[in-house]
């Protein structure tokens, strides 16, 4: 399983380098905001985004000269959000082609006896860590006065997830 913890480690080590390379982190403490802009950063990285209904697909990487992203209408935005950083973790670790189905929903990001494919296993840290690092999360229950605790509470748990964007479940 150490393969696993290797993947694990490579996806959360590019979510980070990313997020530096783009002053996320610069960006986010400045401004009110408190959501990754997903979306923007596939796009800063050169790659075509396309928005599309799919059918049994959440998503799709296709390297090439030009790489392009594709990510179904048929879920809700904070759907569309990991979908696009799942994708984008792709795209920034030079994987080969991808096509996600609801697969990606089910899995636990960081679950050292996964069977997944490496690549796989790579993008879902990657988008996890890209969506909620752990400066952000701090961040926000700065913002938001709440005490520690707080955190066990799922009324807390869901307004944070309303503030990065992502799905509460």
């Known amino acids: 399983m150490a393969d696993n913890r290797e993947a694990i480690l490579t996806g959360a080590k590019a979510a980070h380098t990313l997020h530096r390379d783009l002053g996320m982190r610069e960006h986010l403490e400045r401004t009110a905001g408190g959501r990754v802009d997903v979306f923007g950063a596939i796009s800063k990285l050169g790659a075509t985004l396309m928005f599309r209904p799919l059918d049994k697909l959440l ?14 209408t048929q879920r809700t935005l904070p759907i569309q959000r990991f ?16 096509l996600d189905d609801e697969g990606i929903l089910r899995r636990a990001p960081f679950d050292t006896q996964s069977r997944l494919a490496r690549q796989e296993q790579e993008a879902d840290a990657f988008a996890s860590m890209f969506l909620a690092p752990a400066w952000l999360l701090a961040l926000i229950v700065q913002r938001q006065g709440w005490p520690a605790a707080a955190l066990a509470d799922p009324v807390t748990v869901y307004q944070l997830s309303l503030r990065l964007g992502t799905s509460y479940s």
């Open 59 to 72: 998503g799709a990487y296709v390297p090439a000269e030009e790489p392009g992203v594709l990510i179904t």
């Open 83 to 98: 979908t696009g950083a799942h994708e984008l973790g792709h795209l920034y670790m030079s994987h080969e082609p991808s």
